[in-house]
């Protein structure tokens, strides 16, 4: 029969063989609130912002190859960014391991959004109740194909004798030994579902019952790999069954910008509960709401970027259509537009498709032609020979 969870949310567990594990909440409510508001504020405003279907759509893609990226770098993933895009997007093949790294957490990511649409559709609220088998075919996934001494798809690790699996390293607060047996580890997993989906801890704010998930499930770290990528995907299906769109999958860029802090204030959570801070994981707890409110800011700022390149596009069109510009100073504009506001003018000159424009006609032409886009107010160009586009 499971233990009731105390009012408090802290529930204390012995284990066989790898000493005694607490669960708490362990916030200084007080403290955060400040910053609690910030973020439920910004997420009002972004949230409040009519977005397109066509902004939507881009906006996701965007946002999934930048968490996929950061995700799977902060894992050891060696894929660029722009090669990650490449995977995800169907232009390369998954030839190799590194590619199939990154379309292992793709299908993750889309097993997320059926975990919270099943949530939403259940009628039952924006409180999601974590089950184990959202853990285990988590890491089935993320570890699909992958190669590794230890590892199997969605079973937990058992450490024999003399293997020792260890988190961190010095440099971020301290090297920390998680519970090394299978029975000791499917024992914190049953009372961290029991804890996790208590009342206490499910009265939280989403806010705060997310990080919690994604913290006390790295403690255990109950796989050999891949703990990482499910952790934040946890934290990111509590996010999306509470109504947050974006944000909970872009936070992983976010962690591997700030990837130092991030590892430090996991052990400095951890170091706070062994010197008996009534408040253990309010380190942790800011960590991610300062994340979410950059994030938050980060998305509606690229919202309306989106929205400006858009409505440039249609300014574009309109021109052409009015014969203010030709077809030439067209495939020029159209030409910068994927690769940002602001080019070197001798980098444009010698591309193929800027030189195979005017194989037959005279500088002459050119110089007029960059002009009259001027002249439009499409492109400016600076002093030090930038080309820079006028998007609003």
């Not at 957490?105 to 089950?131: N, P």
């Not at 990080?211 to 109950?222: C, T």
């Not at 020029?332 to 070197?344: F, V």
């Amino acid at each position: 029969m499971d233990t009731e969870i105390p009012k408090n949310g802290i529930f204390r567990i012995e284990t066989h063989r790898s000493g005694p594990f607490t669960f708490q909440i362990g916030v200084d409510l007080e403290k955060i609130d400040p910053l609690l508001n910030r973020v439920k504020d910004a997420h009002s405003r972004f949230s409040s912002v009519p977005i397109l279907p066509d902004v939507a759509t881009q906006l996701e893609k965007e946002v999934v190859v930048s968490s996929v990226f950061g995700t799977n770098t902060i894992e050891g993933g060696t894929l660029t960014e722009e090669e990650t895009a490449g995977v995800i997007n169907g232009i390369s093949e998954v030839k190799e391991e590194k590619e199939r790294r990154v379309i292992n957490i793709k299908y993750a990511y889309e097993k997320a959004e059926s975990f919270a649409d099943e949530c939403v559709k259940s009628g039952k609220g924006i409180t999601i109740l974590m089950q184990e088998t959202m853990m285990t075919d988590l890491h089935a996934i993320i570890t699909d194909g992958l190669k590794h001494p230890h590892n199997e798809p969605g079973k937990y690790r058992d450490n024999q004798k003399g293997q020792l699996t260890k988190v961190g390293d010095a440099e971020h607060g301290g090297v920390y030994t998680p519970p090394k047996c299978r029975d000791d580890i499917e024992i914190l997993i049953k009372h961290f579902l029991q804890w996790v989906n208590s009342e206490p801890v499910c009265k939280l704010p989403p806010l705060l019952r997310a990080p919690l998930v994604h913290f006390y499930f790295e403690r255990i770290h109950p796989f050999w790999d891949g703990n990482g990528r499910v952790g934040r995907v946890l934290e990111a299906i509590v996010l999306k069954c509470a109504g947050f769109k974006y944000a909970p999958f872009a936070l992983s860029r976010y962690y591997l910008e700030h990837i130092d802090e991030y590892f430090t204030v996991f052990n400095l959570a951890r170091k706070n509960e062994e010197q008996k801070d009534p408040y253990p994981n309010t380190v942790f707890i800011e960590f991610f709401l300062e994340g979410m409110l950059s994030v938050l800011n980060s998305l509606h700022d690229k919202v309306n970027g989106i929205l400006a390149f858009m409505l440039y596009e249609n300014i574009l069109n309109t021109f052409l259509q009015q014969k203010k510009i030709n077809i030439r100073q067209f495939t020029i504009i159209n030409n910068l537009l994927p690769r940002g506001i602001e080019h070197d003018l001798s980098y444009i000159q010698t591309q193929p498709w800027y030189s195979g424009l005017y194989s037959k006609l005279t500088p002459k032409t050119k110089s007029r032609d960059l002009k009259n886009l001027e002249k439009n107010k499409l492109i400016t160009i600076t002093k030090n020979k930038k080309v820079r586009l006028m998007v609003p």
